[in-house]
C-alpha cells in the first residue's frame, strides 16, 4: 500500500482523450520535421498537376445530345428509284419496269438493278450512291428483304467502297454472299421457307439445303463459304431461333468493354447486312403482328470528350497510387520508428490502449490527406 492505493494501480484514461494526446505527440513530431511533411502533402498535388498540361494539349471535343429522331433515313426508298423488274414480268409488283435489259449479275429473277447503277467506283459514282446506307445517323426504315438480297447479289461481282470515316464496314456486311439457310425441325423449316417465300420475290434465288445443321456452319466458316453466306438460321423451337452471319457482317460481340464509346456507328452493320430484316421477318411470322417498319438507335446525351482521357485514363489509378506511395511509405516509417525506439510499448505499460494508439494514426492520417485532397481539388 502506498498512501491508500495499491502498487502498480492506475486509472486507464478514455480512449477519446487517449487518442487526441496521441494525435498532439504525432502532431509535434511532424512539425518539428516540417520540410517532410509539406513533402508529404504537396507531392501528390505536384505530381497530379502535371498531367493538367497534357489534358489541356490533347484537345477536347464537345457534342451535344443526339435524339436520334430527325432526319428519318427510309432506306427501300433511297434504293427502289434503282431498281426494276423485267420488261414483261408482272413480278415483283412496286417497281418500274426496266427500260433496257440489265446485265445478268444486276438481277436475282425478275428483280435487277437497272442499267445506270455503276459497275465501279471510278470518280466515287458507286459510293455516292450506297453513301446514304453507309452513313446512317437517325432512325431508319429496315430494308426489305428484296432490297438486301439484290444489293448482295450486286456486291458479289463489284468492288464496294470500304469502310466509312467511322471505320463502320457496311461494304463488308454485303460482300458476304446472299445464300440463306433454314435448319431445325423439319415442320419449322417448312413453315418458314413457305413464309419467306410467300412474303418475298428473291427468296427463292437465295435459299441453299443442306443435309444437317452442322454440314451448313462448316460451310459458312469455310473459304468458299463465308463469301457465299448471308445466313444460317436455326429453329430450336418455334419462338427459340438463331441467325448465324458472318462475323464481320454484323458488330462485334465476342468482346466487352467498359469504355463509353459514345456515339456508336457500328449498329449500321444490323441494317446493311441484312440481320434486322431476317429477324423482323421471323418475328412478323411468330407474333402474326405487322413486320416493324423502323429502327430508332438509343438516344445520347451530350458529353465532353477528352483524347488523353481517352487513351490515359485507365491508367489514372496507377498514376493516384504513385503519387500518395511517399506520404504513406512516410506514415508507415514513423510507426516502425516509434516501435524501433519502444515509444509504443513506453506509452502501452502507461496504460494506452491498441485501439487508442492505432486509432490516433488514422485519425492523423485522414487530417493531413485531407488537406492533400483539398488541394487537389
Known sequence: M???VRVGEFERPNVLAAVYFVMEKNVRLKLRSWKGTLLEILLPVLFMTMLVPAYY??????YKDLEYLENHFDVDAHFKPWMCRLDGQAEPMGYATCTDTPPEWHCLGNL??????????????????????YDIRNSTTIPSFDVVAL?????QTVDLPGTDDNGVNVANALRTGGNISIMGEPALVERFDDWFLTNTHTYKYTKRSFESEK??????????GSSKIWAVIVFNNLTEYTIRMNYTAVPDTATSTAEDIGYDKSYRQYIGGGFLTLQSLINANITGAEVPSAIVPMPVQGYHSNSFLKSAGSFLPLLLTMAFLFPLSQMVSSIVREKE?????????????????KLSWVMTTIVQMSITGLLLA
Open 341 to 357: 525506439a519502444r515509444i509504443r510499448e513506453a506509452m502501452l505499460i502507461m496504460g494506452l490502449s491498441s485501439t487508442a494508439f
Open 215 to 224: 454440314a451448313a456452319t462448316d460451310y459458312a466458316s469455310s473459304r468458299e
Open 151 to 155: 444489293w448482295r447479289n450486286f456486291a
Open 2 to 4: 502506498l498512501g491508500g
Open 112 to 133: 435487277c438493278l437497272n442499267s445506270s447503277v455503276p459497275d465501279n467506283n471510278d470518280n466515287g459514282a458507286l459510293e455516292e450512291l450506297l453513301s446514304p446506307w
Open 57 to 62: 494539349a490533347a484537345g477536347s471535343d464537345n
